[in-house]
């Protein structure tokens, strides 16, 4: 809640992280807090402020796999919500 609240008033991730840290207070991986938490996935909404978890939303479906046939590689694609 407080990193949301702090985010509403303007306040930067990158100060934020530093708060959270002088604090100790653990990353959700357990290490030190950086400003990417908050926005990683440049706009996929994986950050933490963009994630819909972490405000008690589950999401199904919203990403699928999806294999090159001539890499072998797979790529994970955003699926279109309106379908």
């Known amino acids: 809640m407080r990193i949301f609240e702090e ?3 303007g306040e930067p991730v990158r100060e ?4 959270l840290n002088r604090n100790a207070i653990p990353s959700p991986s357990g290490s030190a807090w950086n400003h990417t ?4 996935g440049g706009g996929s909404g994986r950050g933490i402020i963009g994630n819909r978890i972490y405000v008690g939303e589950l999401v199904w479906n919203n990403h699928r796999s999806v294999k090159n046939p001539e ?3 797979a790529a ?8």
């Open 37 to 40: 938490v908050f926005i990683a």
């Open 71 to 73: 890499t072998k590689s």
């Open 16 to 19: 934020i992280a530093g708060r």
């Open 76 to 83: 994970s694609v955003r699926v279109d919500p309106s379908i």
């Open 7 to 9: 985010y509403a008033r």
